[in-house]
């Protein structure tokens, strides 16, 4: 059974940072592409970083390029993602997802099949 399990979220001002952690059971990481997602009240849920666990390749949406990094420690098949330079448009809940497609980075939120429960964001200005 697959779990994901995401932590790490509050409330930060803006300028601040959060790390999100993302600890996995049931699935190989070195096989799979891990995303994380987020969603805004009333908005689609979009995939801001990625990270093809085969390949190394990283991805980040334009709006977190620069600010945020997604980074993995296989010992304990463990994602992450640090947050700086936080901005009150980054309020969101954010998810962790699994693509069992490996080798590259997929964008669409149907091409991931696990997902966690979510962890809220929120960013004061």
């Known amino acids: 059974q697959v779990q994901l399990v995401e932590s790490g979220g509050g409330l930060v001002q803006a300028g601040g940072s959060l790390r999100l952690s993302c600890a996995a059971s049931?699935?190989?990481?070195?096989?799979?592409?891990m995303g994380w997602f987020r969603q805004a009240p009333g908005k689609e849920r979009d995939l801001i970083a990625a990270?093809?666990?085969?390949?190394?390749?990283?991805y980040y949406s334009d709006s977190v390029k620069g600010r945020f990094t997604i980074s993995r420690d296989a010992a304990k098949n463990t994602l992450y993602l640090q947050m700086n330079s936080l901005k009150p448009e980054d309020t969101a809940v954010y998810y962790c997802?699994?693509?069992?497609w490996g080798w590259g980075i997929r964008k669409s939120s149907s091409d991931y099949a696990y997902w966690g429960q979510g962890t809220q964001v929120t960013v004061s200005s």
């Open positions: 997802a699994a693509d069992t």
């Open positions: 990270i093809s666990w085969t390949s190394g390749n990283t």
């Open positions: 049931g699935l190989a990481f070195s096989r799979y592409t």
